[in-house]
């Protein structure tokens, strides 16, 4: 289900996909993913409103994707040989997600 969510960071009000939520003292945090600004956020369950009448059908600006068989690579090194090959990684590197976006921009 679609909510609209307060994102503190674009300051207005944002519709949203709830991934996860998990208690905080005595607040409720949720983590969002923003269908129309492919960014994710947290927010309190005091900044979350359910999303009314045709609002909901209007469809989504961003859309969460993968790139086929591709996989994450990252440089191994071995100082006891004094080699460096490319290996592959569990997750993509902060380098990497920044060079891709340059790419893409």
């Not at 969510?5 to 944002?14: A, G, I, P, R």
């Not at 005595?26 to 129309?36: K, T």
């Not at 969460?64 to 997750?91: Q, S, V």
């Amino acid at each position: 289900q679609v909510y609209v969510v307060f994102s503190e960071e674009l300051h207005c009000w944002c519709r949203a996909l709830v991934e996860s939520v998990w208690r905080r003292a005595d607040v409720c945090q949720l983590r969002c993913f923003l269908v129309d600004y492919a960014k994710y956020c947290s927010v309190t369950s005091e900044n979350v409103q359910v999303l009314a009448g045709a609002f909901a059908k209007i469809p989504y600006r961003a859309k969460k994707c993968r790139l086929y068989c591709t996989k994450p690579l990252t440089l191994h090194i071995d100082y006891c040989e004094n080699t460096a090959k490319m290996g592959p990684a569990k997750r993509w590197d902060a380098a990497a997600i920044q060079h891709f976006r340059k790419l893409l921009e």
